[in-house]
């Protein structure tokens, strides 16, 4: 006698367990209790004749029946939702899910403000939401759906779906007052003598390193900060201090405060700044959207850095 068809429920459950790796979070996903997960697991593991997930501490990790599975009953579960709201509509202006973004502290400064006018002009009632960006936990984040997007000049680990939103240059910024911002251009002798400011977080960080190893130059800052928003009133007050900065971020600056931007003396190849979308199979089409709207939004900007400001007079 013929086997009776998967339950299309059963599918959902093993999709959403398999991305979040957890009972509790993939019942949040679904909407329902997390005994009926359990007890849709059960069923399928019966069908299947594989337990499917064990548990790992407090993790639910795949068997590799399940590894197998899963690629196919993602995007089979994809297609059927995308034909299905390709029917009944994706209304933005209607929805009311909430939306959460990773993104840097610059890019929350410099970004935001444009993206929740693209979203906000189409979709008044979807609420958005930021979290601190941590690349090192972006891959779990992506594929378990914790966040929907996020913005980083860092490579992730992962196969994630991404495009790239800026190439970002590097210039020095210090004080009108300081001796380098006069006179002829920049030497990479006087920057490398220079006393210097960093900021710990820079995700470009890295790659002004690698460019100054490759000229054969190294230096210690002399100050290491947390964040960028202290770095143009430091700077103001400091004019004894350098500092290397996206130069998009360091010309924004520099037309509110006392700063002097030069172009870096270092041949650095430019940082692409990428936005990259969760891996998971929830409301694709509303991520599609909001996909191509807030990467519509940040090429469209050049950023709104110079909303860290000083005074009326542009002096502290």
């Known amino acids: 006698m013929r086997e009776p068809p998967v339950d299309l429920n059963l599918l959902r459950v093993f999709v959403a367990v398999h991305e979040t790796r957890s009972l509790t979070t993939a019942a949040s996903r679904l909407f329902v209790t997390q005994p009926a997960v359990s007890q849709a697991l059960a069923r399928l593991r019966r069908d299947l004749d594989d337990p499917l997930f064990t548990r790992a501490g407090r993790a639910m990790e795949p068997t590799p029946l399940a590894v ?17 709201d390709g029917a009944t509509g994706f209304d933005p202006a209607l929805s009311t899910r909430r939306s959460r973004l990773a993104v840097s502290e610059l890019g929350e400064i410099g970004y935001f403000p444009a993206i929740h006018r693209a979203v906000r002009r189409a979709a008044p009632h979807l609420r958005l939401e930021t979290v601190a960006l941590d690349v090192a936990a972006l891959p779990d984040w992506l594929s378990e759906g914790t966040v929907d997007l996020a913005i980083t000049s860092s490579p992730v680990a992962g196969d994630f779906e991404h ?24 030497t990479l ?7 210097h400011v960093v900021v710990g977080g820079d995700s ?3 790659s002004v390193e690698f460019a100054l190893r490759r000229a054969g130059a190294l230096y210690r800052p002399e100050v290491v900060l947390t964040h960028f928003a202290s770095l143009p009133s430091l700077l103001a007050a400091a004019p004894d201090l350098i500092a290397t900065a996206p130069d998009t971020i360091a010309e924004g600056w520099a037309r509110s405060w006392p700063l002097t931007v030069r172009p ?8 692409d700044v990428c936005l990259y979308r969760r891996a998971t199979t929830q409301q694709l089409t509303a991520l599609d959207w909001l996909y191509a709207t807030t990467a519509d939004a940040v090429r ?12 009326a007079a542009g002096r502290v």
Do not use: N
């Not at 197998?68 to 299905?84: K, M, N, Q």
């Not at 002798?189 to 006393?195: G, H, L, N, T, V």
């Not at 870096?264 to 940082?271: E, G, I, K, N, R």
């Open 68 to 84: 197998t599975l899963f690629p196919g009953f993602r995007d089979a579960l994809a297609a059927i939702d995308r034909t299905i």
């Open 163 to 186: 495009t790239v939103l800026k190439r970002q240059g590097y210039a020095v910024l210090m004080s009108d007052d300081h001796p380098l911002a006069q006179g002829d251009d920049l």
């Open 189 to 195: 002798e006087d920057y490398i003598a220079a006393q």
């Open 204 to 206: 470009g960080r890295p």
């Open 264 to 271: 870096l003396p270092l041949d650095m190849p430019s940082v």
């Open 300 to 311: 469209g900007t050049h950023g709104e850095f110079f909303a860290i400001h000083g005074d």
